[in-house]
């Protein structure tokens, strides 16, 4: 079975600095991920997907996330945090077929410091 | 913005009593889930369908029964709500078994 590990619940960064959130999946098949973010009081919006073209994607935001098959990875990384991105992250993932789960990780809350 | 429109959007209950939130979409897509959100456990899946009639349980679907008998409604009933389904219900949908999700504004649910 599917399933996503987020590491680290909570990330602090400074205006400025490198967003690094963490995603590792576990899959026995290629598998389809994606990042979406939540605003408070709000639904889950769709920051980039992998679906086995480019490993290296570009989503919204400035965010980008690279997949690794030898590391099972996608990590979300922006070069520079806006106060604006302050927010939860989730890491999902699911197989491709004609049934399948959409599973997400626990999520990382991304706080930015002036 | 996906046409996912969840009703209702607040509802306080009391234990025991059946619970019905309902998920409507405008895309046509195949695909309907109905998650749970808590502090901690990020977004759980309750149950989904891929198709109309054609549903299954996800990972905490104990208490809850799910109908969809027409590809845009997909209905979520806790039949005797208890204070440990308190929570943010939201609905998603996908086009195919590969495609994203998009996803309604919640339910916020209390069960007093």
């Known amino acids: 079975a599917q399933s996503v590990t987020q590491l680290g619940s909570h990330v602090s960064v400074s205006e400025g600095a490198l967003v690094l959130l963490r995603c590792n999946y576990s899959?026995?098949?290629?598998?389809?991920l994606f990042w979406y973010v939540q605003y408070p009081n709000q639904g889950l919006q769709l920051l980039l997907k992998?679906?086995?073209?480019?490993?290296l994607v570009k989503g919204i935001n400035g965010f980008e996330a690279e997949f690794k098959k030898s590391e099972t990875s996608f990590h979300l990384t922006k070069p520079s945090a806006h106060m604006s991105d302050a927010a939860e992250y989730f890491c999902?993932?699911?197989?491709?077929?004609?049934?399948?789960?959409?599973?997400f990780g626990t999520g990382t809350l991304l706080a930015v410091q002036p | 913005d996906a046409g996912i429109t969840q009703s209702p959007r607040h509802k306080v209950t009391e234990t025991g009593t059946p619970v019905t939130l309902r998920c409507h979409q405008t895309?046509?897509?195949?695909?309907m889930y109905w998650y749970r959100q808590d502090p901690g456990h990020g977004l759980r899946l309750i149950h989904y369908?891929?198709?109309?009639?054609?549903?299954d349980k996800g990972e905490v679907s104990d208490g809850y029964s799910v109908s969809r008998s027409k590809t845009e409604d997909f209905l979520l009933t806790l039949e005797s709500a208890t204070s440990s389904q308190t929570s943010v219900y939201f609905c998603?949908?996908?086009?195919?078994?590969?495609?994203?999700?998009?996803f309604g504004q919640g339910t916020r649910l209390t069960v007093v």
């Open positions: 369908s891929y198709g109309v009639k054609d549903t």
């Open positions: 999902a993932v699911r197989r491709g077929g004609a049934t399948n789960k959409l599973i």
């Open positions: 998603a949908i996908s086009e195919t078994g590969n495609t994203e999700a998009f």
């Open positions: 899959s026995s098949v290629p598998p389809y």
């Open positions: 895309e046509n897509h195949r695909y």
């Open positions: 992998y679906t086995s073209a480019a490993t």
